[in-house]
């Protein structure tokens, strides 16, 4: 067999005992799909698996992760990681259920943005995106940056800054999260506004695969 061959068999056995990540996005919202999907790449140290949860529910949410890594065996290798993104829409009764989930399904990372997703995305363009009481305002504040932004947009293909200023993003989440610390504001509740934990997510991922890219496959 050619040095070659070998090389090309090692490769394969590399990405299929790599560590799978599910991650489970709130309702039907492509937005965060098409977004995750850079981070998917074929010499990456983790496959990730991205699937919409058909639902905004906490509690379903998380039953479909876990029905998920049921069906496709996940969790079997130590470093397989199931994760739910969960909007608190500034909802004092959502942020409780979201707390027992966490305890009552342990394995299952859960991170979460308040009021939405889209909070990551501003903070790619300001260090404290306008406090907001509905999700619908956050993603309007989004449209000043990222000209007819819609939910169903591959947003990483349409905006330069979202490519490249991920460390940017990750810095202005962490001062946020050091602001509310400093103010002494509990952290999933519907007083830490805006909010979100997708940098931690997202610093993990670059550490294993890298940066987002376009057309990864």
């Known amino acids: ?16 005992t790599n560590p799978i990540w599910l991650i489970v996005c709130e309702g039907r919202n492509k937005t965060e799909i098409n977004y995750l ?28 992760a876990k029905n998920i ?15 739910c993104l969960i909007d608190l829409d500034i909802d004092d009764n959502r942020a409780k259920l979201i707390q027992l989930l966490k305890i009552k399904y342990s394995k299952i990372n859960i991170f979460v943005s308040n009021p939405c997703f889209e909070i990551w995305f501003l903070l790619h363009f300001t260090r404290h995106p306008n406090r907001e009481n ?10 000043g940056y990222v000209p007819n932004y819609t939910e169903s947009m591959d947003i990483l293909q349409k905006c330069t800054q979202i490519q490249t200023n991920y460390s940017i993003a990750i810095k202005n ?19 830490a506004n805006p909010y979100t934990d997708i940098d931690l997510l997202i610093s993990a991922l670059i550490e294993k695969n890298g940066p987002p890219q376009i057309n990864c496959d």
């Open 37 to 64: 999907s850079h981070f998917n790449k074929r010499e990456g140290k983790v496959r990730l698996i991205v699937k919409p949860s058909e639902d905004t529910d906490p509690r379903r949410m998380v039953e479909r």
């Open 69 to 83: 890594a049921k069906a496709q065996s996940i969790g079997q290798n130590l470093n397989d990681r199931i994760i």
């Open 134 to 143: 509905k999700s619908r305002n956050v993603k309007k504040q989004l449209e």
């Open 1 to 16: 067999m050619g040095i070659k061959e070998q090389d090309k068999r090692r490769k394969r056995a590399i990405r299929q």
């Open 173 to 191: 989440a962490q001062d946020l999260r050091k602001e509310y610390s400093h103010k002494e504001i509990t952290l999933h509740t519907k007083y």
